[in-house]
């Protein structure tokens, strides 16, 4: 017989397991792609969709996949989810073309999209006291933003000797270990009256999702005026103001958008999204630094960013005594300003790596994330009753997906269109080199290599410097974001106490306090 404290703390170290396996699978493919682009030679469009797609397929099917939870049960839905995960992680390290495996990555974001939602409702049901719940998501959030950092020294140590696939097959014996260990400690939950699943909301939720971002994607990429994004832009706005129309007509909605008239609940859900969405970006720019301008090994890039995620466990552990001292607000605004402040750090790189003033970046930048993540992920959870767990997570987890895609497709997007802006050929370059080197600097580092070698270098040093350009560009866009949203989260979630208690699943939750902040 299991006790119910084994049970509570085996719970947490699924989740976190789970967590950590998905936030991996999210960036460990940055530091594979310049050995990818040699192997499969994807065009720049499918470049940026092998890049986001995993994030796209997630935000697009994690509001469904909560709404699924809740009916059959979180831990039924955590295992089903972990085995298909596993079995799309051996079509993807095994994809021959491009195309495969933008299909496999697919296949694995909608079987992240029923892990993620589940991990999260899981702490939600077993961890009722709110302090202990607070610190429970912290150490969640911290897990999730090491997985983040993880991900390119997990890359790193397999591409020294394997080929860009062997990344993906690590999943394997990581989700075997959560489906034995969620069988034997995780306890089953769910909604005791959820209601039908509606198969109108969820075709709306995953079309209206989906080509948002795929609207944005393709307008940072090539402008607004193609027909292909006009599309998309209608059925994305059409189909999200249905489900919306669609919810509040429900007597058993899929998601209870009423939530978002909630000052509390919207602005945290929004703290999230800028978040991850400067995070992702951020990732993908400084991998792409170390191994292509520094011209360091994956291995060795990997190693570099370890500081990063240590300040996020750091930063995750002091979330709740900082609560306690500043309020809700003042703690997401501190670590937006912190987050901020490390974006201007990192827009000093250059072409010599200066890795302690690096660390500093790193450090800054990761323990200000972490309080923010921490903060609005616990405040959107808190908010609704742990029957509907499910859903609320499902919202803050399609928050953070759609940003983390948001962040590579848009700023990635701008990296890509300010560096062929900047971008000065050698005058006696071939003409049939010049396109692949305006693609990306990837792909430009790989044609120099097949150029006669002063010419090769020349190109280099050229593509490096657009490069850093760009990169400085992202990062102080970046900084301005996170800057101002620090500012308006200290009017948004004024009055939102510092404890949050249980919430009755017959009540509503209640409007924030419009008095003095806590």
């Not at 509570?8 to 397991?17: D, F």
Request: charged share 15%; proline share 6%.
């Amino acid at each position: 017989m299991i006790s119910p404290g084994v049970r509570k703390w085996g719970t947490l170290a699924v989740a976190c397991l789970a967590m950590l396996l998905l936030a991996v699978d999210l960036t460990v493919l940055h530091l594979a792609m310049p050995k990818l682009v040699e192997d499969i030679r994807p065009s720049t469009e499918q470049f940026l969709w092998i890049a986001d797609v995993y994030g796209f397929a997630l935000a697009g099917f994690l509001v469904t996949m909560g709404g699924v939870g809740d009916r059959i049960g979180r831990r039924k839905l955590l295992l089903i989810g972990s085995g298909v995960f596993g079995a799309a992680s051996v079509l993807t390290a095994f994809a021959p073309n491009a195309e495969a495996l933008i299909g496999a990555r697919a296949l694995l974001g909608i079987a992240g999209a029923t892990v993620m939602p589940s991990t999260l409702s899981l702490i939600r049901n077993v961890f009722t006291d709110p302090k202990e719940r607070t610190a429970a998501i912290g150490l969640w959030s911290g897990i999730g933003i090491v997985g983040f950092g993880a991900g390119p020294l997990v890359g790193g140590a397999l591409l020294t000797h394997f080929w860009w696939g062997s990344v993906f097959l690590l999943n394997v014996p990581v989700v075997v270990v959560i489906i034995a260990l969620g069988s034997a400690l995780v306890p089953e939950s769910r909604d005791p009256a959820p209601g039908r699943l509606d198969p109108a909301s969820v075709l709306l939720s995953v079309v209206g999702v989906i080509a948002i971002v795929y609207a944005v994607k393709e307008i940072a990429h090539q402008g607004f005026g193609h027909a292909d994004v006009l599309i998309a832009v209608v059925l994305g706005i059409g189909g999200l103001a249905a489900f919306t129309s669609r919810q509040l007509r429900l007597p058993e909605p899929l998601i209870d958008v009423r939530l978002f008239r909630q000052r509390a609940f919207a602005a945290t859900v929004g703290s999230t999204l800028i978040a991850v969405f400067a995070m992702l970006a951020m990732s993908l720019v400084v991998a792409q630094y170390l191994q292509l301008v520094a011209g360091w090994s994956p291995l060795r890039a990997g190693l570099a960013g370890l500081p990063g995620p240590a300040a996020a466990i750091a930063g995750a552990l002091l979330t709740a005594p900082l609560i306690a001292r500043f309020g809700r607000a003042g703690t997401i605004a501190a670590g937006m300003g912190l987050s901020a402040l490390g974006f201007l750090l990192y827009a000093r790189i250059g072409t010599e790596v200066d890795y302690p003033f690096l660390v500093v970046a790193m450090v800054v930048f990761g323990a200000g994330l972490s309080m923010t993540l921490t903060v609005s992920t616990d405040t959107v959870l808190a908010t609704v009753p742990k029957e509907r767990a499910g859903a609320a997570s499902a919202i803050s987890e399609t928050a953070n997906e759609l940003g983390g895609a948001l962040g590579i497709a848009v700023l990635g997007s701008v990296l890509g269109a300010v560096y062929r802006d900047k971008l000065v050929l050698p005058p006696d370059l071939p003409e049939a080199a010049a396109g692949p080197i305006r693609e990306s600097l990837g792909t430009a580092v790989g044609m120099a290599a097949e150029l006669p070698p002063a010419l090769g270098v020349r190109v280099v040093d050229s593509a490096r410097a657009a490069f850093l350009d760009a990169a400085h560009l992202t990062m102080y866009g970046s900084a301005a974001l996170l800057a101002g949203l620090g500012v308006s989260v200290l009017f948004t979630l004024r009055g939102v106490p510092k404890v949050i208690d249980e919430v009755s699943a017959s009540a509503p939750p209640a409007e924030p306090r419009t008095g003095p902040r806590s």
